[in-house]
DNA sequence: CTGAAAGCGCTAACAA
DNA sequence: TTGTTAGCGCTTTCAG
């Protein structure tokens, strides 16, 4: 029979199994996008996608135990007609992983009254939906900490991300508090970009153009992909690191680890930041009655030559796993 | 009246309308791996992702003007379910695009009679689907041709591709018909990565071990990820590059163009690969009646400093840009 | 245990 | 024009 069916090569129609079970084991995941089209070879939409590649690896990765599928959509963030884009995907799914929340708070409600939604990578203080998110603030705390402490650099430059990101603001707010227990160091300048590559090289050529007066002790980026831009424009014009100033980023992407020097940078687990989202709206799916809960994800502190730092090839490790601290130190991962 | 809708928050439901207009509006896409499972901290899998992104997100680019939806799957290729799970795919899709062709051809051809199938990346023998592909021969031959003729390496190496990638073999087998060309060139040892970093480093290291008697000239890899484990491998190993040997790769993924040697390689439109093999699929989804057809798109030989040369930090040029020839010349980026 | 029938929520064709 | 109704292809329930 199973054979015969193989055979004929029938497969079931799944949106008529979908209307009949009135379930259709397909969830969405919306990626928000702070872009401005950009052309170049390598643009500002490509590197944003280096984050959240992993996290959409983990999401598949819970999801083919269940055999369900996954939506994929990109929202740009400015378009007005990406919110009816939103909902008519929402009728689609059964339920919604949305990553970067620019999505506005009160946007969220409305979905979440719908259907089951999870925000990955949002605002800790929204209340209104489940979060999953790494634990930026002490993961920025520790960066921040080991600079000052550690490499004894005073006159901090702040390249932040943009304003609609949540994680930006809780690294930013992480900055500041670091600041506020080191009165020996500083915040001589910062400015605000975009998360792109581009915009790291745009904001450290005009740091070199206007840096009459010298330079700042260090570069603190919002996120890898910025601080790449800002470590190439410094070696093209000369500029030694971690020697006349130091640079990290954040995320720890793949290509922070090529460049040389290695780029120093605090690690977000995003694969797993993928799958604990997507089980937790699996489980909000079986369960809708479940409360909104905030998951915070530990971060590792990742430390290469940018900031200063220098243990050549170590094996990788990891202090202090286990227990309550969110931020353990691991050093350059040998790749042998 | 609309706005009555829009405030009580209806959205249509997606199953019932796909039952009723006996459309989906969705397409899927196959993503085929050619993954071990190995943890470390980028391994395998995130790497392979590099190469499946821009075309994503060109597919995604062409799907959201006619507000269709994109789904996607990972299927690992050695499982035994991954064909089951293509099934159950197959009937909440109205068409299938699937990248790499590792789906052996008769399968393609049992999915490809009961819906549309565009293979992406594929073997271009392939004369039961449509196939939307980069042109990796002549990319391939330009890029050895340029070895052996403007560097005069003569002894080569070639770390090849899994032997169930389609664009493996077409890079190996311009690579063979150039060596045809120059007797003076030899092939002086291959072997068979698995398209990640971590095949590219072992190569490396068993090249470095038993390779007494001297290096070869050149290491052709065929793709890039596994040059960049070369690259590093060498690196670490104190043997200069391009002055003690060359390396190229294949594909120009962004981390390529951060490493110091810059990695030379050909670039592949990947997103226009997605756009053009997605517009192909909605044709065919519009009009099942269309004749199977093969696209090749251009390549680009990118020239860094991997390979020899050295133009510094040239503008962007394309050389014999319109017109026949599908490969055109590119010397390094300035990012500038 | 097998087989018929009643929806699932929408669209499209048709009637009024 | 607007209102009604018959499916779309499954699953599930209920009768036989």
Not at 64 to 69: A, G, H, I, V
Not at 218 to 239: F, S, T
């Amino acid at each position: 029979m199973r054979a015969v069916i193989d055979q004929l090569g029938y497969v079931p129609d799944g949106s008529a199994q979908s209307l009949s079970r009135r379930r259709k084991d397909v969830i969405g995941l919306v990626c928000m996008e702070h872009v401005r089209p950009v052309p170049s070879q390598h643009d500002v939409e490509t590197m944003s996608l280096l984050f959240y590649d992993e996290i959409v690896r983990g999401v598949e990765a819970r999801l083919r135990d269940d055999n369900w599928s996954l939506l994929i959509t990109y929202l740009h963030e400015d378009s007005q007609n990406e919110l009816s884009r939103l909902m008519s995907l929402s009728g689609k799914v059964d339920g919604l992983l949305i990553i970067e929340g620019a999505v506005p708070s009160s946007f969220l409600a409305r979905f979440a009254a719908r259907l089951p939604v999870i925000a990955v990578a949002g605002d800790p203080e929204e209340r209104a939906v489940d979060l999953v998110t790494a634990d930026n603030r002490s993961g920025a705390a520790a960066l921040v900490s080991h600079l000052i402490d550690v490499h004894d650099r005073r006159a901090l430059f702040h390249l932040d991300g943009p304003p609609t990101a949540p994680d930006a603001k809780e690294r930013r707010l992480a900055l500041q508090h670091v600041l506020t227990l080191h009165p020996d160091a500083e915040l001589v300048g910062s400015c605000t970009g975009r998360f792109s590559v581009q915009s790291g090289e745009e904001a450290a050529k005009s740091l070199l153009a206007d840096g009459r007066g010298g330079l700042p002790d260090a570069v603190v980026c919002a996120n890898d992909q910025m601080a790449i831009g800002v470590l190439q424009v410094l070696g093209r014009a000369g500029v030694r690191v971690p020697e006349d100033i130091a640079v990290t980023g954040f995320d720890d992407i793949y290509p922070g680890s090529l460049l040389d020097p290695g780029l120093t940078t605090v690690h977000q687990p995003m694969r797993q930041l993928g799958e604990r989202a997507c089980a937790r709206l699996l489980d909000r799916i079986a369960n809708p009655d479940l409360p909104p809960r905030v998951e915070r994800l530990a971060t590792d502190l990742v430390l290469r030559r940018s900031c200063g730092c220098d243990y050549g090839e170590f094996e990788r490790a990891r202090l202090a796993e286990r227990g309550r601290p969110r931020v353990t130190v691991i050093t350059q991962a040998a790749r042998s």
